[in-house]
């Protein structure tokens, strides 16, 4: 089974600093998305990243798919409150299966 | 604008009963995906389907059954539920095209007494 591994697992750091969500495997993904879940919904789709060394950004959110399609993070410059939430990596397998990790629950304090 | 709707935000349901979730796609999607949510665990794929009549297991698929009858429709099945059954279910499906995006339900959340 292919995994994909999330850290950190929470994070609570004032407003206007810098973080970064990292997301791991051993195994090698087609794309990798990220979602971001408000409580009460579903997740929503913020990116997806495609060949490895790609970089994406968000206004503020910056995007990196590894060189080795194995791996991605996801950097906040300047967080605001209204970023607080649930970030979720999800990767396509060969098997077409798309599977997420366990999340990353970020709280930006006023 | 694209929507996924799941038949229930909210069940309770006793031990032994049969379950069913069901979820609607507006979009012609050929895939669709049951997952669950636990804290601390994440989603977890239970079943997916390429289309209909289609299905494959995901990661989790013991306890439960799926059924696609039509395109539009995909129905999540617990035969027998079991307290450890008690989670919120998501339903998503998605184009095959380049982003791959994944559109999610709300969510249906069961509690299995």
């Known amino acids: 089974t292919q995994l994909l591994e999330q850290s950190p697992q929470f994070l609570s750091i004032q407003e206007g600093e810098n973080l970064t969500v990292y997301c791991n495997s051993s195994?090698?993904?087609?794309?990798l998305q990220w979602y971001r879940q408000e409580p009460g919904e579903g997740p929503v789709l913020l990116v997806t990243v495609v060949t490895g060394g790609e970089v994406k950004k968000l206004k503020r959110l910056t995007f990196q798919f590894g060189d080795a399609r194995k791996d991605s993070s996801l950097h906040i410059t300047a967080a605001q409150p209204g970023d607080t939430g649930l970030y979720l990596c999800a990767g396509e397998s060969r098997d077409d299966k798309i599977i997420f990790g366990k999340g990353t629950r970020l709280h930006i304090l006023p | 604008d694209v929507k996924v709707t799941q038949s229930s935000r909210y069940l309770v349901k006793r031990t032994g009963e049969k379950v069913f979730l069901e979820c609607v796609q507006d979009m012609d999607h050929e895939n669709m995906f049951w997952y669950r949510q636990d804290p601390g665990l994440g989603l977890r794929l239970i079943y997916f389907?390429?289309?209909?009549?289609?299905?494959e297991k995901g990661d989790i698929p013991e306890g439960y059954s799926v059924s696609r009858e039509k395109k539009e429709r995909f129905s999540l099945i617990l035969e027998s539920a079991s307290t450890n059954q008690t989670s919120m279910y998501l339903c998503?499906?998605?184009?095959?095209?380049?982003?791959?995006?994944?559109?999610f339900g709300e969510g249906s959340r069961l509690t299995v007494l």
């Open positions: 389907s390429y289309d209909v009549k289609m299905k």
């Open positions: 998503a499906s998605r184009d095959r095209g380049i982003t791959g995006e994944l559109f």
């Open positions: 195994s090698v993904f087609s794309s």
